[in-house]
């Protein structure tokens, strides 16, 4: 194979989940403008993701989030999802929207408030087996706004029981995904705030619990690639949730606001082997202005395009200059990867699949718009608040 091949054919196997809540309307704490066609239904979410699918080629599965898709029959809901041409992917629990949670869920200091938080985290897993899901993907809210307000250590504590006993409930091949944030809802002290604690959870665990990286949850400068290249030298790399940050968790298209850090992201995940194990490339975002599946299918496409020129970067010429200290020229070769206009190749790949070579368009005149315009009226809120 051509090196241009090799570059391709990996192209052609990546995988970018979608999540069923950037379907729905969403918004900030200020207002959500609702907009016209959006699912009323976990099932109307799966029918937007499978037309993510048909016109990337490269959007095959779709996270879940419980409650807010919560159904009688999910193994109903999983061969809806599969009769479209998707699958469910991650489960994602919610131990932050109910009044019992104020003080946090599993770091909770009421043991009642923790095993009804424990209870949900098992209903996921049991939501798994239903649908064929792998991944349960586990975000805490839990933390304190004030000195003193809670024991610290006694927290982690509380939080490591809890996801032992969730992790005993894992079968063979399911994974538990541990996602970190920095800061918020909690202000001043957040359980999991960071890849060392959920490192230092996981590792405790075994090889079924992973890290997951999103891309939002970093303070200002933090290099996240370097993130991601010590994660996965450990084995440790679950997956991602993209999305863009300007400010805070701002939950905004991959690769809109740093398309330079997403592509350094993928380059240390080629580099290290993820592309080809079992990485999840999620995304995690909500779309509060624009049209959400368009923006969707813009956020695959600025996965896929940053993957590209990551794949492109000349690793040989890139080691040789690293050998030799030539400062400029290693960094020359990465540039000239990234400024690499990679969007004829990705139409290339895209006819090759059979596809369209433009999404964004094809999927425009397809008509789906309109259509669910006009059958879909009263959408359900998605997101927060659901
Ligand atoms: C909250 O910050 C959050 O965006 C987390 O990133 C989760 O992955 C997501 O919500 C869904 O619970
Ligand atoms: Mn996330
Ligand atoms: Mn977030």
Known sequence: MTELAAVKAALK??????????????????KVFAQAGVPRSPFEKLD??????????????????????????YAALAEYAE??????????????QDD?????????????????AVGHLLECVDIMDATGSKDLKLWFADGTNYPGQDDLRGRQDRLAEALAEVYE????????????????????????PDWGTAYAHCLK????????????????????????ATLLREGKLGGFDFNSRFYADDDLMVGAADPFQLFRIMYEVVRGGGFSADVAFMLDQCHNIEAKIPAIIRSVMNVQEATAKALLV????????????????????????????????LREVREEMGLDPEPLKAYRASGWAEKVVAER??????GWGA
Not at 49 to 69: M, N, Q, R, S, Y
Not at 377 to 382: D, I, K, M, S
């Open 377 to 382: 009226v009263g959408g359900e809120q998605a």
């Open 169 to 192: 409930r894992l079968g063979d091949d399911q994974r538990m995904l541990l996602e970190y944030k920095f800061f918020e809802p909690a202000f001043y002290a957040t359980d999991v």
């Open 83 to 96: 009769k479209r041409g998707v699958r469910v992917g991650a489960i994602n629990s919610n131990t932050f």
């Open 13 to 30: 196997t990546q995988a970018v989940e979608t999540p069923s809540w950037a379907y729905g309307n969403s918004g900030t704490r200020f």
């Open 100 to 116: 019992d949670y104020k003080l946090g869920s599993v770091c909770h200091p009421d043991p009642a408030v923790r095993r009804k």
């Open 48 to 73: 937007d993701a499978a037309k993510v699918h048909e016109f990337t080629g490269v959007a095959p599965t779709v996270a879940l989030h419980i409650p807010w898709d919560r159904v009688d029959d």
């Open 314 to 345: 000349d690793r040989d010429a890139l080691a040789a200059a690293q050998a030799s200290g030539d400062v400029l020229e290693a960094n020359a070769v990465v540039m000239d990867a990234y400024n690499t206009d990679v969007r004829p190749l």
């Open 205 to 228: 665990l075994g090889d079924k619990a992973q890290v997951v990286v999103d891309t939002g949850h970093h303070a200002p400068g933090t290099n996240i690639e370097f993130i991601v």
